[in-house]
């Protein structure tokens, strides 16, 4: 087994899988986002969830049709146009200081994560089945993921240093581009056979028919229902509370004046810190997505799909007491273990989602699993943040931390732990 994992690590193709996850990750903006938002736009947290529930009714609107467009008219031209979405939005985050701007910012930012979810992973399935790999899909995804999370962490770095240099935050946006232009490039590279189109002449009845129809499919197949609802909303949590330490740690080091270095201003040291954060916390999540398979050597990641459910509400528990104490390493830590705990859940995810689906429909499945998340994320981000606004972000991480745990017994993909 370890030659046909050497063998795996050197194909060509798996490499520009490889690639492809490390070039999208590289969005400089990140782990200044919020803060962008809060001082430069000069929104609340509340305004911000409505920003994330505009951007990901996008996306649900969107997700199905993409879906069905990749497995009806092309897996390799869906990504193409999911570049191209991505560099509008990056541009008008760039020029934009008006909310409304924002808006359209983030329905391209929208429209780019509708035609890119799933598409790729259905595309590395289609490879492992054409090259006899299938059975180590687990591998190869968290091998994949592990550059995404590489480039992710590499960015954070590079993040500090043009903020630095550049201080106007909105230059960041800017710089994002030139990887999306490069990742834009490398997706033309890609085999035509990993294009997979069924038609050749676009058609939008078609389109929804069929839309429907598999959308129909698999809910009513009762397990594939609870996998798509567990990662749904794992993700859709994760995805809205991920970049609320910004302004936790803006709160401790603006508001409360904790230091970590006294000698260096807080705005800036508020900069270097979330920086070396977001850098530190990708570059763990890479080495767990990378070996994550080897836990199957104990448990189906079935199984491990629960428990790290379970884990995931305790942690909000811990850091809603970390922040009301303002226990700033306790927050860094368990923010850490968070995404540690996304990024090792992911791979499992994939594997339990190969099981059950068919060749035909994986792209679409993916996009239905895309589409749920979104519409929770609708529902709940403008909820959540009206919470963080209105009482607290410790108020807000306790009552998730409840509704994690509770929630999660009515959807044990696993019938005994």
Known sequence: MEDVYRQLKKDNQIKK?????????????????????????????????????????????FEIPSGVFADQYGKKNELVLCFVFYIVSFFLFYVGSQYLIIIFAM????????????????????????????????FVYGRTRSYSLIGSSLSAF???????????????FLFSIIPYLVDFLLILSYPSSLNESLETKFSLKKLILFSIKQFKNMFSHSMLKKIILSSSLFDSIFKILKDYIQPILSNLILVSGIYVIESINAETQLKIILGVIY??????SAG???????????????????????????????????????????????????????????????????????????????????????????????????IAHRFSIAVLFFL???FILVFNRFLKVKDKL
């Open 288 to 386: 767990v997505s990378r070996n994550i398979y080897r836990l199957n050597q104990w448990w189906p990641s079935d199984q491990l799909m629960d428990i790290t459910f379970e884990i995931f509400g305790i942690i909000f528990f811990v850091l809603a007491l970390a922040i009301k104490t303002r226990l700033m390493f306790v927050v860094i830590v368990f923010y850490l273990l968070l995404y540690l705990l996304k990024d090792g859940r992911r791979p499992l995810v994939v594997d339990v989602f190969g099981d059950y689906m068919k060749r035909d429909e994986r792209a679409t499945v993916m996009s239905i699993e895309s589409q749920i998340r979104s519409l929770l994320m609708v529902i709940l981000a403008p909820i959540f943040g009206f």
């Open 279 to 284: 850098g530190v916390i990708y570059i763990f």
């Open 158 to 172: 590079i993040a500090i240093f043009l903020i630095i240099q550049f201080p106007r935050i909105r230059t960041i």
């Open 17 to 61: 899988f490889c690639y492809y996850g490390f070039l999208k990750n590289l969005r400089f903006f990140e782990p200044y986002l919020y803060i962008y938002l809060l001082q430069v736009v000069q929104l609340n947290l509340f305004q911000i969830g409505i920003l994330l529930s505009l951007r990901e009714l996008t996306t649900y609107l």
């Open 107 to 138: 329905f391209f930012f929208g429209l780019g994560e509708a035609f890119r979810s799933g598409t790729h992973k259905a595309m590395i399935y289609s490879y492992l089945e054409q090259k006899g790999y299938f059975k180590y899909k687990t």
């Open 400 to 402: 998730i931390g409840v």
